[in-house]
């Protein structure tokens, strides 16, 4: 039996403080009266720990007195270690800290990877404990979480990735709040663009974004960089040639959006094509990279090619591709900016890039159901060459809808195209607003 004495008791009083509302909180909240275990995933600094204190201080009041809302934070070895010593000496530490166990017990685990098997701590708890303890958990990257996590979690757990502020969350965190799923009036337009160059820019990670010096923004980002490498690449990724990996991450940053070369990056990195393959599979599922697919149906005049590459974070691509912030948008960093949109508010499934053997070429396809086309070329500006691409698109499949996605509208479109801003994709694309 674990001496339970030695344990820190954490409770819901702890963290009587203001917190910023995530987007997903409205997604989890419905399912906390229900048994299974809640497991959230994303980047470290993404707002993990913020999101569970935030359900914690604000959505549980109702479902459990304060003695019955428990935060543990597997960083901490003396909990991890009580963990890993079994769920019976968990559930007594819960009995020892005072928890009513005669009304439901909600237990927030924090950095869930760090078990030794936390696919079996998860199965036996719900076996045994549930409904009396509900579980909410979270872990840093999807590459442990995958590797440790067993077929015999399905039907026991609600799965959720939180990612870096999207850009309507930017505004709530920058106290400027708007529905962009509704009409913003056209005399915001000019505010919104600056917020918007700004998020860009900086990039997503919370604490950034609360940040008001460009300085310390860069010395936060550093640390983030510094840590992931630290934790999740050191202690989870097993990484030999640690001076390679740092180089293929600043190549994929400075290259910007494009595609995915392996032939060229096993050249200029002097790494075979096995150990390149491991390290972008890292790389993607530790939240840092992600690669899109060629949208393809017609093999006589479309290319299936190779993917293409995009950061997760924009502030972190502007960092590691410039060695400092830059203080004006690329080409790069703005198209990079609309899959992140894209990536945050849909399906990693439903995005695509198009390319055919004549050379035509759109940024981004976005199908978020069969037969339900969007075709978007990005560009900073508008003007008449940027149809170019989308209008050949649309003789393909004339069902498509199709936009250039831009910060200065210099011209109007033609018909049946529309210029439109980032923002204005919320009511476009997720939330089936047809303002035209």
């Known amino acids: 039996m674990v001496n339970l004495e030695k344990y820190p008791v954490f409770c819901y009083i702890d963290f009587m403080k203001t917190l910023k509302k995530r987007k997903l909180v409205d997604t989890i909240d419905p399912l906390l009266k229900d048994d299974e275990i809640i497991v959230i995933h994303g980047s470290r600094q993404v707002g993990k720990t913020s999101l569970m204190k935030y359900l914690m201080q604000y959505n549980l009041k109702s479902h459990a007195p304060s003695q019955n809302i428990i935060y543990m934070d597997l960083e901490d070895f003396t909990l991890l270690n009580l963990c890993n010593a079994g769920v019976d000496n968990t559930v007594n530490y819960l009995k020892t800290i005072g928890c009513d166990f005669s009304q439901r017990i909600f237990l927030f685990i924090d950095e869930i990877q760090y078990l030794d098997n936390p696919s079996s701590f998860l199965k036996l708890f719900h076996d045994r404990y549930s409904p009396r303890i509900k579980l909410l958990v979270s872990g840093s990257s999807s590459f442990a979480i995958k590797s440790k996590f067993k077929d015999s979690l399905v039907g026991r757990i609600f799965s959720f990735e939180l990612f870096g502020l999207d850009f309507e969350e930017f505004l709530w965190f920058k106290d400027t709040a708007h529905d962009l799923g509704q009409m913003v009036p056209e005399a915001l337009y000019p505010v919104l663009r600056e917020y918007y160059k700004e998020h860009v820019l900086y990039g997503s990670y919370p604490k950034l974004v609360l940040s008001d010096s460009i300085e310390k923004k860069e ?35 400075g290259q910007g959006t494009g595609q995915l070369n392996l032939n060229e990056l096993t050249n200029t990195l002097g790494l075979n ?60 960093l703005f198209e990079n900016s609309v899959f992140s ?20 070429e759109v940024d ?40 250039v996605i831009t910060l200065d509208k210099i011209s109007k479109p033609p018909e049946g195209i529309d210029a439109l801003y980032p923002w204005e994709l919320y009511g476009r694309l997720f939330r089936n607003r047809n303002d035209e």
């Open 219 to 253: 010395l936060i980002l550093k640390e983030i960089i510094n840590t992931y490498v630290k934790k999740d690449i050191f202690e989870l990724s097993n990484i030999k040639n640690i001076k390679k990996f740092n180089d293929l991450i600043v190549l994929l940053a």
């Open 273 to 332: 094509r096995e150990t390149l393959e491991k390290y972008l599979f890292i790389l993607e599922n530790t939240y840092i990279i992600k690669q899109v697919p060629p949208f393809s149906r017609n093999i006589r005049i479309e290319l299936t090619r190779m993917p293409e590459v995009f950061m997760e974070d924009t502030g972190m691509m502007n960092l590691l591709a410039n060695k400092t912030f830059i203080r004006e948008l690329s080409g790069a």
């Open 341 to 360: 949109l894209l990536r945050k508010n849909g399906s990693i499934e439903n995005i695509f890039y198009w390319r055919t053997s004549q050379g035509h």
């Open 364 to 403: 981004f396809i976005y199908e978020p159901t069969q037969g339900k086309l969007f075709a978007m070329e990005v560009k900073l500006r508008f003007s008449k060459q940027s149809m170019t691409a989308v209008n050949y698109f649309k003789q393909q499949y004339p069902s498509a809808r199709t936009f």
